[in-house]
């Protein structure tokens, strides 16, 4: 049973449209050519509303900023299998101009929806239902959600400086996560990446309490092991999901660790190749303006970071993180984000948007970072076309764009071994290696992922078989900055 205020929250969700399921008749619709309500027969509560017979639509506008993640669905049910019906959301900017426009049809009898991130300079959008042509289409529950609604920004509880300081190098790491484990009913522990000679602190993920050494938690080693009997955060083997691709959330169930050491990181780095990028990097030495635009599936979009979840520390998605240490590193001021990348999507989404949603942002450098949606189904052949074609759409507007070209992060080894999965996923880091050349460079997530699970493990990284926590979200954002650095002269 869901909790009243969670209720509420899904019941307003479901409100963002007025008269969404048309009970007061065609109050809050604007409609054009043959629209009747429906009475006699509605498809749910006390009306529904008829397109047709021949050409009829309704729509009503939503006022929404650039950037929000929305769904729209409706219930539509022609009269016949060869009437058809189409719904459509299109997002305007505040002259009025169309930015973008995007449709779903009835499919076998399931229902359409729309699943988007409106342009980055939206003003309000336009929910629509059409029909045109024979027979007639009754029409009802058109719902909106708006996952950003009412989404409080909350500035970052954590020193970004400190932050962006590369794990790889130093003699400090700043709050590395952990998951402390209990297997078979033993103590839980958990590694670190290096051997502490001083631990500074342990924390609960929100990075707001605090554990003691010796009463809380010992070390031995490279690893933390709880003591029997502290309030300090672990997690049994027992709570793992079971079964074939199996999903556990770990958000929040980690420690942050801040510890001093004097090992040396031996694993792979980020490539620098500010010299492949040579028009980003003098924009951003003369302090000129320059747009970047993140363009990837829900790693980059953030999904399961604490500042996406809205809960402390609040840390920014990767690549607003890099976007505020380029503004410091350069002091320039005029660095320009927009992250429109989306949870769920792939290479082929990524191909078919690329004009609309990136292209027409006008960039200066492009963050492109696909795979962890693509490895169910696309070959690493088709996955590089899909990328290739994606560079060359924003490119026949933006000649001069720039890109880094991101292998995602590998999945828990837990998840699937199916060798067609994992073979893709790494096919894919092999096909993006490839292109990099003047103006693209290449960011190798998989192998430095793959590093850091084999002194660790994925799940002291993962908010779940995909996702990166605030630690790997930081390591992300760091790659990211060494990759844009110039080798030094010889």
């Known amino acids: 049973m869901i909790g009243l205020l969670t209720a509420l929250v899904l019941f307003q969700q479901k409100t963002m449209l007025e008269n969404q399921g048309f009970e007061s008749g065609l109050a809050g619709w604007t409609t054009t050519g043959a629209v009747t309500v429906e009475r006699k027969a509605p498809i749910d509560g006390r009306a529904s509303i008829r397109l047709g017979p021949g050409s009829g639509s309704a729509h009503q506008r939503y006022s929404v900023p650039g950037l929000r993640v929305l769904w729209v669905g409706a219930t539509l049910k022609p009269s016949a299998a060869n009437v058809d019906a ?57 719902i909106l959600t708006d996952d950003d609604k009412g989404r409080v920004q909350h500035p970052p509880q954590v020193d970004l400086i400190e932050a962006m300081r590369p794990i790889w190098k130093g003699r400090e790491v700043s709050n590395e996560s952990v998951l402390l484990l209990s297997a078979a009913g033993g103590q839980a522990s958990g590694k670190l990446l290096f051997n502490p000679i001083r631990v500074l602190s342990v924390r609960d993920a929100s990075l707001g309490t605090s554990y003691r050494q010796g009463q809380d938690f010992v070390v031995q080693g490279n ?105 410091r590193d350069y002091a320039n001021p005029n660095v320009r984000l927009y992250n429109v990348a989306l949870g769920g999507q792939t290479s082929v989404w990524a191909k078919e948007n ?88 290449f960011l190798d997530m998989d192998h430095m992922s793959q590093a850091l699970y084999d002194m660790k493990s994925q799940r002291d990284l993962a908010t779940d078989p995909m996702h990166p926590d605030d630690f790997m979200a930081r390591w992300y954002a760091q790659a990211l900055i060494a990759t844009l650095e110039q080798q030094p002269a010889r």
Request: glycine fraction near 8%; charged fraction near 20%; hydrophobic fraction near 40%.
């Open 354 to 441: 690329a004009r609309d949603l990136v292209a027409t942002l006008n960039p200066d450098l492009v963050i492109v970072a696909f795979g962890m949606n693509d490895f169910w189904s696309l070959s690493p052949h088709d996955f590089r076309r899909n990328i290739q074609s994606v560079v060359a759409t924003i490119r026949r507007r933006q000649p001069r764009c720039e890109f880094v070209l991101v292998a995602s992060m590998r999945f828990d080894p837990a998840y699937t071994a199916d060798p067609t999965y994992v073979g893709n996923l790494a096919g894919y880091t092999a096909e993006l290696a490839q292109m990099q050349g003047p103006g693209i460079a």
């Open 86 to 142: 189409q719904l459509k959301l299109e997002c305007f900017d505040r002259h009025g101009k169309r930015l973008l426009s995007q449709t779903a049809h009835p499919d076998h009898g399931k229902d359409p929806g729309i699943y988007l991130k409106t342009h980055a300079f939206t003003d309000h959008i336009v929910v629509s239902i059409e029909h045109t042509g024979e027979g007639s289409v009754l029409t009802d529950n058109v």
């Open 223 to 327: 690893r933390i092991i709880a003591q029997i009997g502290s309030s300090i955060p672990i997690m049994k083997d027992t709570e793992f999901a079971k079964g074939e691709f199996p999903w556990t959330r770990l958000d929040g169930r980690h420690v942050f660790v801040t510890y001093e050491h004097d090992d040396t990181w031996t694993g792979p780095l980020p490539m620098a190749q500010g010299d492949r990028l040579l028009r980003t990097i003098s924009l951003l030495k003369t302090k000129r303006p320059i747009t970047i635009v993140a363009f990837g599936d829900s790693i980059t979009q953030g999904v399961n970071v604490s500042g996406f979840r809205n809960l402390p520390p609040y840390l920014p998605d990767w690549p607003t993180l890099a976007a505020g240490e380029l503004k």
